[in-house]
């Protein structure tokens, strides 16, 4: 998939941010904000107690910290070793002073680079910073170069009330070494200095829909044949056999990665789930179940993962995070096993880690009635009885929640989740 990126450079003040997010809410892309990734860095070496001009020991730092790039809110947000850098610290005076030193360091520089061409892949976008045009995404024909001049981006900062030499920052991000401030010889200039940011904001979107940008419309993933196919007889068969209904799939349609969390009562769930949905989604299930010749071939082409139990914390995890991360949808079951007698089990750990881990919304589905068609200890399921698929709303966790470490967080993160499928009640379908 080929999406759009638009790259938005230029000096301190000029407006990028502002601008860059206007733009994207116009055309509902992401908005990837490059400076704050440089500005998070900065804020983590001067949170160590390092020098900035100390560049072996800031390297040192860099190889041993964890960057998670992912996005909120359809933003860009960084994480440092598992924290999260409030807006007021990244632009701390002592930030502000330390940051072009930071940035100008080549290796830091790669690292970073990297997390933000990850982006390209989640979706449409529009990214801005210092060399976005000239070496994130040099490939792109969107390109714009805002401008200002140092009185006026001064008097811009002032009025924030921020203390930023913009001027020496300007100086230090043009002349350095590595991927200096400079206008990509292709991009499309424009000074902001007597316009005001909506002005520019539409200037650049005039600009991109003369060129052909358009909003795009919420995608649904195209399922491939043997998807299909598979998914259009199981649900013949949900509606033949049980009279299978579906409430509230409106509340399923959350724009880029998401878990359904269902309880898990029966083989039949994971079907239930997907053919309740209208688009593909995917699975995990035991690696053993893809041993039969057919399921080797069917279950990869049925978006199945498989997890080994023994070393569940190992690979197939982390395939699934980054599923979800790309903006798929993945069902999942709290529960961990199928339920002996029927009822709610308690929720194990392990959705709670996938969430914490990557940050995306959870939608709650509660399926009523596949523990009476094909309980577990049946070898084949009864072949009547009514099924119900209830979808809740999407659970948005805070920051706070995701970043509580460690087991104890992981675990209430989890039985948020089961409290939500347990709220879920069958809706009154006798009037
Ligand atoms: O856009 P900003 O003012 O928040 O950026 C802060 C600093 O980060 C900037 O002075 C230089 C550095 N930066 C960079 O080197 N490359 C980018 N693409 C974005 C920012």
């Known amino acids: 998939m080929q999406y759009v990126a638009i790259a938005i450079d230029g000096p301190a003040a000029s407006g990028k941010s502002s601008v860059a997010r206007r733009v994207a809410e116009h055309f509902g892309f992401l908005f990837v904000n490059s400076g704050a990734m440089y500005r998070s860095f900065t804020w983590w070496v001067l949170e160590n107690q390092i020098d900035p001009a100390n560049s072996a020991a800031v390297l040192e730092l860099l190889g041993r910290s964890h960057f998670e790039c992912a996005l909120k809110d359809r933003s860009s947000v960084i994480r440092i ?47 801005e910073g210092r060399d976005i045009g000239t070496v994130v995404i040099p490939d792109t024909p969107y390109k714009f170069y805002l401008d200002a001049s140092a009185e006026v981006r001064e008097r811009r900062r002032k009025a924030q009330g921020i203390d930023d030499d ?7 991000d043009s002349s350095r070494d590595v991927a200096p401030l400079r206008t990509a010889e292709d991009a499309m200039r424009i000074d902001t200095s007597y316009l005001t940011l909506p002005q520019v904001a539409d200037r ?3 600009i991109l829909h003369v060129e052909g940008v358009r909003r795009r419309e919420p995608e649904r993933p195209t399922m491939s044949w043997v ?8 649900k013949a068969f949900f509606r033949a056999a049980y009279g299978m209904e579906v409430h509230h799939a409106e509340r399923a349609k959350v724009v880029g990665g998401a878990y359904f969390a269902s309880n898990h009562a029966s083989f039949l769930d994971p079907p239930l789930v997907g053919t309740a949905l209208e688009e593909p989604i995917y699975y995990l299930a035991r690696n053993t179940l893809f041993k039969p010749p057919l399921f080797t071939w069917l279950l990869p082409r049925l978006n199945t993962v498989p997890v080994d139990r023994d070393n569940a914390e190992l690979s197939s995890l982390r395939i699934s995070m980054q599923l979800v991360k790309e903006g798929k949808k993945m069902v999942v079951f709290p529960e961990g096993t199928r339920t002996p007698d029927g009822s709610l089990q308690p929720a194990q750990r392990g959705v709670g880690m996938l969430v914490a881990k990557t940050g995306v919304p959870v939608i709650p589905v509660r399926i009523f009635g596949s523990y009476e068609a094909y309980p577990r200890n ?9 099924i119900h698929v209830v979808f ?25 989740v089961m409290d939500a499928i347990a709220s879920l009640s069958l809706p009154d379908t006798s009037s």
């Open 227 to 234: 998807y299909w196919l598979t998914y259009t007889l199981s």
């Open 392 to 416: 809740g709303h999407p659970i948005y966790f805070s920051t706070e929640e995701l970043a509580t470490k460690g087991k104890t967080g992981q675990q209430a993160i989890s039985t948020r």
């Open 166 to 172: 913009i001027r020496l920052r300007d100086l230090k």
């Open 81 to 127: 070793d598992g924290r999260d850098v409030a807006d007021a610290l990244m632009h701390s005076e002592e930030v502000n002073g330390a940051v072009s030193s930071i940035s100008a360091i080549p290796e830091v520089r790669r690292a970073l680079v990297a997390e933000q061409q990850r982006f390209r892949s989640m979706g449409d976008l529009v990214m």
């Open 204 to 206: 650049v979107i005039q």
């Open 378 to 386: 049946r070898k084949l399921p009864r072949m009547d009885g009514k």
